[in-house]
């Protein structure tokens, strides 16, 4: 679990002093990069930060999983000095856990986050993501035992949630979060049952309205006009974006679209970091999807080997 370069110099400090949740007072919208399930892990985050992206999650991790086994923490938790602002997403369903795996990456990063919206049904049958969202007295607790247990009052402890029918249920949880000390709270909005259903943008502003902490829309950002609309619509302090940045990692930048330079920068940071061909492959059929016609990506999708796509780029695109 050591940083790839360097050591923890940082020692959770963000630049400036004041920690991550400084970034919200800038007067803009924060950009932030979601945590996503194989895909926002350091080639990626290293990719998005050239592009606007302000702040970045890593992918979910299992707090008692990772606090136990050290195979786990070399596998789950990989940075860089360049790797900041960093936040590190747990799963978790007791608080000494959350608490124990956050002394560990405090050193690392600049703060952790409960996930307390993973709809997947593994997760709610253990405890874990949005099962939470029904739990806001656990939840009030496992923020403070990060609080109580993290030696450095900058460290941010944030939590990720969906919202409930009933939304006046969702507003106890973020006060509650709020009254232990959070630092911001993340709105997906959508409940837990939803997958592709509208975002509820009433609801994240219900949510915005009761809060004195910075509140994060999360859901259908896939441009800076869906940014701009959302802030609009909701007041929100900051937008994360998961498929919107598969889709087009320099889309905080206001890119429409993939641009090639963005294409050429993540080969290079790709082998930079020894990514594995699966994970090095994935991203690029994100990448070019709209960017490429049908045969295109027929034949794309069908290359085995990194010579190979640097092959088909350089004949395809005809960039340097």
Not at 49 to 74: E, G, H, L, N
Not at 194 to 221: C, F, M, W
Request: aromatic share 8%; net charge negative.
């Amino acid at each position: 679990m050591e940083p790839e370069s360097g050591g923890p110099s940082r020692l959770g400090a963000m630049r400036g002093g004041g920690g991550v949740a400084d970034l919200f007072g800038a007067g803009k919208v924060v950009k932030v990069c979601a945590p996503m399930v194989r895909y926002s892990k350091l080639t990626f985050r290293s990719l998005v930060r050239r592009y606007d992206c302000d702040v970045c999650f890593t992918p979910m991790i299992v707090a008692a999983d990772f606090v136990r086994s050290v195979k786990a923490r070399d596998s789950e938790f990989t940075t860089n000095q360049a790797d900041r602002p960093l936040i590190v997403q747990f799963a978790a369903k007791d608080a000494q856990s959350l608490a124990d795996a956050a002394r560990v990456v405090a050193p690392f990063s600049d703060g952790v986050d409960l996930n307390c919206g993973c709809p997947q049904r593994w997760a709610m049958a253990e405890g874990y993501g949005a099962c939470l969202i029904n739990k806001p007295e656990l939840v009030k607790d496992m923020v403070q035992h990060v609080r109580n247990q993290v030696d450095n009052p900058n460290y941010a402890v944030s939590i990720k949630i969906r919202i409930h029918k009933d939304i006046r249920r969702t507003v106890d949880l973020c006060q509650k979060a709020e009254a232990a000390g959070v630092s911001w709270v993340t709105v997906h909005g959508r409940t837990a049952d939803e997958r592709h259903q509208p975002v509820h943008y009433d609801a994240i502003k219900t949510i915005k309205d009761s809060l004195s902490v910075p509140v994060i829309a999360n859901g259908d950002i896939k441009s800076l006009q869906d940014i701009e609309s959302t802030h609009q619509q909701t007041g929100v302090d900051g937008v994360m974006a998961a498929r919107g940045l598969l889709a087009n990692p320099a889309m905080f930048a206001g890119y429409e679209e993939t641009p090639l330079d963005c294409v050429w920068d993540w080969v290079d940071v790709a082998l930079e970091h020894g990514t594995p061909f699966t994970c090095f492959h994935h991203h690029l059929i994100y990448m070019l999807e709209r960017i490429s016609s049908q045969p295109e990506r027929k034949v794309f999708n069908t290359l085995s080997s990194t010579s190979a796509v640097i092959d088909y780029l350089h004949t395809t695109y005809d960039s340097v």
